[in-house]
């Protein structure tokens, strides 16, 4: 089942990503990073298709896409 791995210390929390979803399975999270930034999550209940668009438009890479 396809996943994704948000890294939390390049993530500025600009939130580009969330809206992109079509599953709408990105949120803000509670947790700061070590910026003191809250930063984008993978929602507990979220579904991933591997459609690769968080990763496409996050501009810091912040987001990894495994479709194993
Ligand atoms: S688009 Fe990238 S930098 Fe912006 S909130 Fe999402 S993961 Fe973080
Ligand atoms: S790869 Fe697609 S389906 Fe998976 S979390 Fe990112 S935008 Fe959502």
Known sequence: MPRIEINKDRCKGCLLCVPVCPHD???IS???N?????IAAF???GICSGCT???TVCPDAAIEVFKD
């Open 43 to 45: 929602k507990i209940d």
């Open 30 to 32: 509670i947790a700061l």
């Open 53 to 55: 668009n968080c990763a």
């Open 25 to 27: 399975s990105l949120e």
């Open 34 to 38: 070590v910026y003191g930034i809250h």
